[in-house]
């Protein structure tokens, strides 16, 4: 079970930092990624970290703006979010994926096989 946290309510140009942790179990080398889903809209990629490589991969919409990373001490993936926008407001969703095709297809919802509940992430203008 993926767990997220760190969601919130904050005003357009403030920063959240997210942080998703494995219940029970250690996280293996597997790659790790951030989905979100805005109202009335398709859940979409964010951010993954390859847990063997460190190669991030970053939707275009958020370069420059959030920062994935892991912490192995902790077993948690980390979400920094900075200069956030009213567009960024959204479900935000950790996912695991433990096949090559996380590796290979990050961006790919299907790439993954476990996700969590989801924390709101709401910015206002």
């Known amino acids: 079970q993926l767990v997220e946290s760190g969601g919130g309510l904050v005003q357009a140009g403030g920063s959240l930092r997210l942080s998703c942790a494995a219940s029970?179990?250690?996280?293996?080398?597997?790659?790790m990624s951030w989905f979100r889903q805005a109202p009335g809209k398709e859940r979409e990629f964010v951010a993954a970290i390859s847990w063997t490589t460190l190669n991030t991969y970053y939707a275009d919409s958020v370069k420059g703006r959030f920062t994935i990373s892991r912490d192995n001490a902790k077993n948690t993936v980390h979400l920094q979010m900075n200069s956030l926008k009213p567009e960024d407001t959204a479900v935000y969703y950790c996912a695991e994926g433990m096949g090559s095709r996380a590796t290979t297809q990050p961006m790919a919802q299907r790439s993954y096989d476990y996700w969590g509940q989801g924390t709101q992430v709401t910015v206002s203008s």
């Open positions: 029970g179990r250690t996280f293996g080398t597997y790659t």
